[in-house]
């Protein structure tokens, strides 16, 4: 399968704030799915932003869900097929942005052009695996969006400020670090900053984010 095959099945979603004037799809990362605290923190804190969340699960987590067994991350035609599904369920004229968590975010950003959304955007992008610094995914990153964006934790193994200031990123890409974060956005305890306060501060930043992108 590739990317710019029409997806032929429908996958089943779950929306917060249908009304909302401005549309995010949102696909999870590879350890958890759309029902993850990460997940739905995320989604209701954007629904009082005037936002249309739309979470689903990849078609391994969905399996996971239906038998109780894990299954490994389908390969990445699969997960674009999964993202564009749910992209073309959408036939009006709502604005759209690609939204994910650390996997779900290589995904967002390496089909935002073919569903003509208006950015991507990336929760804690997995720059490289951990351990293997040499093993660099920017390459996911390029993309002809006018603007993308990724918030980052300054504490992130899967990319620190001092190693991306390295990489040659694309410059329709907007990078905004969270001081004290991880992967996941959780501080350490020795900061002094709940876990609370540094997701919203990263939900009132993507609000920021597509609001000054319509």
Partial sequence: MTK?????????????????????IFAHGAG??????????????????????VRFNFPYW?????????????????????MLTVAQQFD?????????????????????????????????????PVGKPQQLRVDDLRNQRKQNLIIQGSRDAFGKPAEVATYALPKNLELHWLEHGDHS???????????????QAAIDRVSDFVQKHL
């Fill in 185 to 199: 956005f959780e501080p350490t305890k020795r900061s002094g900053i709940e876990r609370r306060d540094l997701w």
């Fill in 62 to 82: 969905q399996q996971f869900m239906d038998s109780g067994v894990r299954r490994p991350p389908n390969r990445m035609p699969e997960l674009e097929h999964s």
């Fill in 92 to 128: 009006d004229a709502k604005p759209t942005f690609l939204m994910g968590k650390s996997m779900g975010a290589r995904v967002a950003f390496r089909v935002a052009d073919e569903v003509q959304a208006r950015g991507a955007i990336a929760l804690g992008f997995p720059f490289h």
């Fill in 4 to 24: 710019s095959e029409k997806p032929t099945q429908r996958v089943a979603v779950q929306r917060d704030n249908p009304q909302g004037a401005i549309r995010i």
């Fill in 32 to 53: 958890a799915g759309l029902q993850s605290d990460f997940m739905q923190f995320f989604a209701l804190g954007l629904a009082f932003h005037d936002v249309d969340v």
